[in-house]
């Protein structure tokens, strides 16, 4: 079965770092572009950054540029996105996705579950 | 940034209704648009791609249509079990953007 397995629910303080996963099985993960999209609790969706596994190609939304970072470990399959310093702002459910039909006039046809992230002190 | 603006933003509708979703596109983005079904609580599903293909698996109760700015989400006959929020996207120039959704309602 093609999924994504994404880690488990954070909590953290301001100024805090983090790293949430997110693993693709069941298909060739170098073949398709993953992306990460927000969801705000109560609020719409919001595509925040693609990354291609073949050569680590990324793009960044322009709202999220400079505000996290999303990276690969070809080995076991796994795209990460991190924050070097959270805000309460950055409450929300992380979905990550793969984009199918090629980049960029593709589409999310596969969704991890979420990982909610609550910052708060 | 291209604007998806969805409308409506809700609606409650019977069982068995047609129900039709808008979008509409700040610029012309051809047929790359996507819609989205979220029900609470769970992630985003793919309906349809690339304006009115239909993904595999989905019920052909739900269709799609539209070109150039204009997007049509539809569904055929509402059974309960489609009450969700409904999002389209487009793919046709970074950033990807989303509409703002819409809420559907069994009345």
């Known amino acids: 079965e093609e999924q994504l397995v994404q880690s488990g629910a954070e909590v953290k303080k301001p100024g805090e770092s983090l790293k949430i996963s997110c693993q693709g099985s069941?298909?060739?993960?170098?073949?398709?572009?993953i992306g990460w999209v927000r969801q705000k609790p109560g609020k719409g969706l919001e595509w925040m950054a693609l990354?291609?596994?073949?050569?680590?190609?990324?793009r960044y939304s322009p709202s999220f540029q400079g505000q996290v970072t999303m990276s690969l470990d070809k080995s076991v399959s796994t795209a990460y996105l991190q924050w070097s310093s959270l805000k309460a702002s950055d409450t929300a459910i992380y979905y990550c996705?793969?984009?199918?039909?090629?980049?960029?006039?593709?589409?999310?046809?596969?969704w991890g579950r979420g990982t909610l992230v609550t910052v708060s002190s | 940034d291209i604007h998806m603006t969805q409308s409506p933003s809700s609606l409650s509708a019977s069982v068995g209704d047609r129900v039709i979703i808008t979008c509409q596109a700040s610029?012309?983005?051809?047929?790359?648009s996507n819609w989205y079904q979220q029900k609470p609580g769970q992630a985003p599903k793919l309906l349809i791609y690339?304006?009115?293909n239909l993904e595999t698996g989905v019920s052909s109760r739900f269709s799609g249509s539209g070109s150039g700015t204009h997007f049509t989400l539809t569904i055929s006959r509402l059974q309960p079990e489609d009450i969700a929020t409904y999002y389209c996207?487009?793919?046709?120039?970074?950033?990807?953007?989303f509409g703002g959704g819409t809420k559907v309602e069994i009345k």
């Open positions: 996705a793969r984009l199918k039909g090629g980049y960029p006039f593709g589409y999310f046809d596969i």
């Open positions: 069941g298909y060739n993960s170098t073949k398709y572009w």
């Open positions: 990354l291609y596994p073949a050569d680590s190609d990324t």
């Open positions: 610029q012309d983005i051809d047929t790359h």
């Open positions: 690339d304006a009115s």
């Open positions: 996207q487009q793919c046709d120039y970074l950033p990807y953007t």
